[in-house]
Nanobody, 115 residues
Framework: QVQLVESGGGLVQPGGSLRLSCAASAAIFRFNRMGWYRQSPGKERESVARITLGDNTDYLDSVKGRFTISRDIAKNTVYLQMNSLKSEDTATYYC?????????WGQGTPVTVSS
């Protein structure tokens, strides 16, 4: 069973930055795609940023130019650099990994953007 462990969430002021990390218990080159999703109370979970095996990326329109997804294959870790954070970015952020046969989710890390 693959485990994904997120870290790096917390409280930050508007305009600030955070870097989320997702450490996988398996080699991440096994996954066709990895990404970050978020969910806030009363809302559906939405895709924030994704990266494919070929390093193609896509982003939620509202985070383009502010968030960057990257990965370190040697460390089996995927990152989400979040800059110029806004109050509407407040949510629990989840790491996701997709292989040919299964989907895996982390437990989530909360991000609160507030002054």
């Amino acid at each position: 069973q693959v485990q994904l462990v997120e870290s790096g969430g917390g409280l930050v002021q508007p305009g600030g930055s955070l870097r989320l990390s997702c450490a996988a218990s398996a080699a991440i080159f096994r996954f066709n795609r990895m990404g970050w999703y978020r969910q806030s109370p009363g809302k559906e979970r939405e895709s924030v940023a994704r990266i494919t095996l070929g390093d193609n990326t896509d982003y939620l329109d509202s985070v383009k130019g502010r968030f960057t997804i990257s990965r370190d294959i040697a460390k089996n870790t995927v990152y989400l650099q979040m800059n110029s954070l806004k109050s509407e970015d407040t949510a629990t952020y989840y790491c996701h990994a997709q292989s040919i046969t299964a989907d895996y989710w982390g437990q989530g890390t909360p991000v609160t953007v507030s002054s």
